[in-house]
C-alpha cells in the first residue's frame, strides 16, 4: 500500500465549483504539503502545516484553503475553481523527528481540469 | 531569497551516453540539497541528497556533490538507460525547517 495517498486522482469541473483534494499519509509524519505542478514553471508550494495545529501559507496560496483534520489528513480546497488553477497537484509528507527531516515524500498527484 | 537555477531541457541522449544536469542555488547558511525524480505519470521520488558542502549523494548510478564554492549541486550518470527517462527537480532545503525549493526540472530522455 501506498504511504501517501490522493483522491482523487483526475478530476474535472467547472469554473465556479468547490472542490476538494485530499491526503492521507501512513507514514506518522508529522509536516504535510501541497504543491502544484504546471508545464515549465515546476513545483510551486501552496500551503504547508507542520503539525495539526500549524497551517502556513506557500508561495500561491491565494485562491487555496487547507484544513489538517488530523496528523494523518491535509486536504486542500478550491472555494471556487477557475480554469487557471488547472494543474497537477501533489500532496508530500516529511518527518521533522528524523534526522533528515527536509526529505520530502510525495503522494502520486491529482490531475485537475477546471473548464 | 533562497532560490535554484537549473538547466533547461529537454535533454535527449542515446543509451549508455554521460549525463550531467546542472544545477545552482542562492542561499543563505547551509541548506540541503536534494534530487527528486518523476517518472511518468507517478509522483517524486528521493534520488539523493546532500547536507554539507563536499558531500557526494549517490544512487542508482547517480551522483552529485554539494559544491559551496560554486554554488553548485550538478547530477551526473556515467551511462544513462532507456529507464532513466524522466524529469528531475534540484531542491534546496528552505530557511528554518520550512518546505522545499524545487528548479522547474529537466526532462531527459534516453534513447536505445
Known amino acids: 500500500d501506498a504511504d501517501v495517498t490522493q483522491t482523487p486522482r483526475n478530476r474535472i469541473t467547472k469554473t465556479g465549483k468547490r472542490i476538494m483534494l485530499e491526503c492521507s499519509q501512513t507514514k506518522g509524519h508529522d509536516r504535510m504539503y501541497w504543491y502544484r505542478q504546471d508545464p515549465g514553471l515546476g513545483l510551486r508550494l501552496i500551503y504547508y502545516s507542520f503539525d495539526v495545529k500549524d497551517i502556513n501559507k506557500g508561495e500561491i496560496s491565494d485562491g487555496y484553503s487547507v484544513s489538517r483534520q488530523a496528523q494523518a489528513k491535509f486536504s486542500l480546497s478550491l472555494e471556487s475553481a477557475i480554469p487557471n488553477q488547472t494543474a497537477l497537484y501533489f500532496c508530500?509528507?516529511?518527518?521533522?523527528?528524523?534526522?533528515?527531516?527536509?526529505?520530502?515524500?510525495f503522494g502520486p498527484g491529482t490531475r485537475l481540469l477546471v473548464l | 531569497g533562497n532560490s535554484v537555477t537549473q538547466m533547461e531541457g529537454p535533454v535527449t541522449l542515446s543509451e549508455e551516453a554521460f549525463l550531467t544536469i546542472n544545477c545552482t542555488y542562492t542561499?543563505?547558511?547551509?541548506?540541503?540539497l536534494f534530487w527528486y525524480v518523476q517518472y511518468p505519470g507517478e509522483g517524486l521520488q528521493l534520488l539523493l541528497k546532500?547536507?554539507?558542502?563536499?558531500d557526494k549523494g549517490s544512487n542508482k548510478g547517480f551522483e552529485a556533490t554539494y559544491r559551496k564554492e560554486t554554488t553548485s549541486f550538478h547530477l551526473e550518470k556515467g551511462s544513462v538507460q532507456v529507464s532513466d527517462s524522466a524529469v528531475y527537480f534540484c531542491?534546496?532545503?528552505?530557511?528554518?525547517?520550512?518546505?522545499?525549493?524545487f528548479g522547474k526540472g529537466t526532462t531527459l530522455s534516453v534513447s536505445s
Open positions: 546532500a547536507t554539507k558542502a563536499d
Open positions: 508530500a509528507t516529511s518527518d521533522f523527528n528524523s534526522g533528515s527531516q527536509e526529505t520530502q515524500y
Open positions: 542561499a543563505t547558511g547551509y541548506p540541503s
Open positions: 531542491a534546496l532545503g528552505g530557511q528554518a525547517g520550512t518546505a522545499l525549493i
